[in-house]
């Protein structure tokens, strides 16, 4: 894929007006420090699932280092979708600092992202869990269960493997991903 003429029409779209601002979603830090040595605008936002059981610690600082805003995809490990994992919902740590705080595993783990820093997409269709989405401005997670979260064992919800092809820009899932853990 050609990543340089891809963002330059993409930085054209936005000096023309066409969009406020341009992001990119699932950048490595390679593939953005790639991407940064030719933009004249910098990437806005980079997309990428981000939860507690995928905290992506190393592209989440190399982010703010660039001004990159991250907004986190499968905040809550996309269970009961055909990829991803039950690591969030299922987890003793969210579920025991849940019950201590009375609230949701769901809005320990929304509350986690956003005191990152990190903006979150949610996706839900029922209307008790949009507003339970919302119930996470008006507490926080202490020190402690903080230092407890970024415990928990980090593994990626989504292997990649759809997008390998020994056609495609991506051949392998190290090449993919970068091996950016």
């Excluded at 066409?18 to 933009?39: D, E, I, P, R, W």
């Excluded at 980090?154 to 056609?167: A, D, E, K, M, T």
Aim: glycine content about 6%.
């Amino acid at each position: 894929m050609d990543f340089k003429a891809v963002w330059e029409a993409m930085e054209e779209c936005q000096r023309l007006g066409l969009v406020k601002s341009v992001g990119v979603s699932n950048f490595s830090c390679k593939k953005l420090s790639q991407l940064m040595v030719n933009a004249k605008i910098p990437p806005a936002v980079n997309q990428v699932q981000l939860n507690p059981a995928w905290q992506q610690r190393k592209l989440r600082d190399f982010c703010e280092e660039n001004g990159i805003l991250v907004s986190a995809w499968a905040p809550l490990g996309a269970s009961g979708a055909s990829w991803g994992s039950l690591a969030v919902m299922d987890s003793p740590i969210l579920k025991e600092i849940a019950a201590a705080k009375g609230k949701s595993t769901a809005q320990v783990s929304l509350r986690w992202i956003y005191q990152q820093g990190v903006s979150v997409i949610v996706k839900s269709f029922n209307k008790e869990r949009m507003k339970e989405n919302l119930g996470i401005f008006d507490w926080e997670l202490s020190e402690e269960e903080l230092q407890q979260i970024s415990q928990m064992p980090q593994h990626r919800g989504v292997s990649g493997q759809l997008f390998i092809s020994p056609n495609g820009p991506y051949k392998t899932v190290q090449e993919l991903w970068d091996d950016d853990s």
